[in-house]
């Protein structure tokens, strides 16, 4: 099938966008590369930079494994005789074998490494005891430009994968709920475990905002259209 221009036109900018942030982040994360390298715990895997380098390296890993749980549900279905149609059954986009591994992968390898991130403990964690911030917007404008963008990317891989594997996601108040339920439980964990971290509403306020806004932008995989209600024509006595 022939790739529209809309199409090529996101892959492109979808493209450029990694290719940008790469190359401003090639410098933090090369600093960790010596320890990831070496199998060092201290210098990789507890550095912000560290996680996010060894989720770039692990990144084929991962496009393999939803390549063999598309090809195993393609196999086992035609062992069976039937046609695959994925989770559900209704509504114009039915999903499929790659579309739902995909979906599966996706949201899981792209949200632990943000969990992880954000429950690390700080210098001080199980010494002083758990915080709280509780006014909305009041920590807000002390994140910065990189702190809100990636307490926006923490639930995104959640949110724009969920709502096309299960459909009793697929709607953007859903999700956004979701958003929230997660983020308010990582952030009872990080108070409840005195990880030397804020447990902050604004956190979950940026969680759930870019788990929906994730979502939305994969509505087209997971909307559906309502069929049109065909007028009743009267019938005369």
């Avoid at 210098?43 to 692990?58: A, F, I, K, P, S």
């Avoid at 409840?192 to 994730?214: E, H, I, K, M």
């Amino acid at each position: 099938m022939p790739k529209t221009p809309r199409t090529i036109a996101l892959t492109t900018a979808t493209a450029l966008t990694v290719a940008a942030v790469l190359f401003t982040l090639r410098r933090p994360l090369l600093m960790s590369a010596p320890a990831c390298a070496a199998g060092q715990w201290h210098g990789c895997w507890d550095t912000e930079n560290g996680v996010v380098l060894m989720t770039l390296v692990g990144l084929p890993v991962a496009v393999l494994l939803a390549w063999a749980l598309a090809r195993l549900r393609q196999a086992r279905a035609r062992r069976s005789g039937s046609s695959w149609t994925g989770p559900w059954h209704t509504g114009p986009r039915r999903t499929g074998p790659w579309r739902t591994s995909v979906a599966e992968v996706g949201m899981v390898y792209g949200t632990l490494p943000w969990l992880w991130i954000t429950l690390m403990p700080g210098e001080n964690a199980g010494e002083v005891p758990g915080r709280l911030s509780l006014v909305p917007l009041r920590d807000l404008l002390e994140m910065g430009p990189l702190g809100i963008v990636g307490n926006l990317l923490v639930f995104a891989a959640l949110g724009f994968f969920a709502p096309i594997r299960f459909p009793a996601l697929a709607t953007a108040p859903r999700v956004l709920a979701l958003g929230a339920l997660c983020s308010l439980l990582v952030e009872t964990a990080q108070y409840a475990l005195q990880l030397d971290r804020v447990s902050s509403v604004d956190d979950v306020l940026l969680n759930a905002t870019g788990t929906a806004l994730a979502a939305l932008a994969s509505r087209r995989w997971w909307a559906t259209t309502p069929k049109p209600v065909e007028p009743r024509t009267a019938v005369s006595p």
